[in-house]
């Protein structure tokens, strides 16, 4: 009976603290497969191990309740090491990580598909059709409400409309946050 109601009690404590939901990171891999199975866009995070606005996204931006659960129904999400060794299988072709240095500490060999998306930065937010085709990397640190900006600009399609830095502009000025963001 008593781990019964330490049980419950443990249950109570955790889901009162403000445990927030988790983005369900996939590969790249997985995630196209998973697309040709349902159909959805792709979200991918390129991080490198050593970047701190990577680190700060993490933190401050992937664990928003909102962000998460808005990534989780609307794309499938990749988690990218861009400095990684991960075999990704893309477009009949396999990009790998050939110079890729276990023992060095820090920056390390860019990854092939890194260079093939032309991520110039970390963070790189980049976003991919529901066929797999890029859309485009945003590159750098944002925040709750910056990165719901862009999550709803590719999920309704809206980019589709945006053609030139002041249409960009206009409907990054019109757009409405809905995120919850606590401080």
Same mark, same amino acid.
């Given at each position: ?15 009162? %603290?403000?445990? %927030? ?5 996939? %590969? ?32 401050? @931006?992937? %664990? ?45 060999? @860019? ?8 991520? @110039? ?8 059709? $529901? ?46 946050? $809905?995120? @919850?963001?606590?401080?």
């Amino acid at each position: 009976m008593k781990r019964y109601i330490l049980t419950f009690l443990i249950l109570i404590a955790a889901g009162s %603290s403000g445990i %927030s939901q988790e983005i369900k990171w996939m %590969s790249m891999n997985d995630a196209l497969a998973a697309q040709k199975k349902q159909p959805k866009k792709i979200f991918m995070d390129a991080y490198t191990v050593w970047c701190g606005p990577c680190k700060l996204l993490d933190k401050n @931006t992937f %664990s928003n309740k909102d962000v998460a659960a808005y990534i989780n129904k609307h794309y499938y999400p990749v988690k990218f090491n861009a400095e990684g060794t991960e075999a990704i299988n893309y477009r009949d072709l396999t990009f790998t990580n050939p110079d890729h240095d276990p023992n060095r500490k820090g920056r390390n060999s @860019t990854h092939q598909f890194a260079r093939a998306m032309k991520i @110039t930065g970390y963070p790189s937010l980049i976003f991919f059709d $529901e066929k797999g085709d890029l859309i485009g990397p945003i590159p750098g640190y944002r925040n709750p409400h910056q990165i719901e900006l862009f999550l709803k600009l590719f999920k309704d399609e809206d980019y589709k409309q945006i053609n030139t830095p002041e249409a960009f502009k206009a409907y990054s000025e019109a757009f409405k946050n $809905e995120f @919850t963001v606590s401080n």
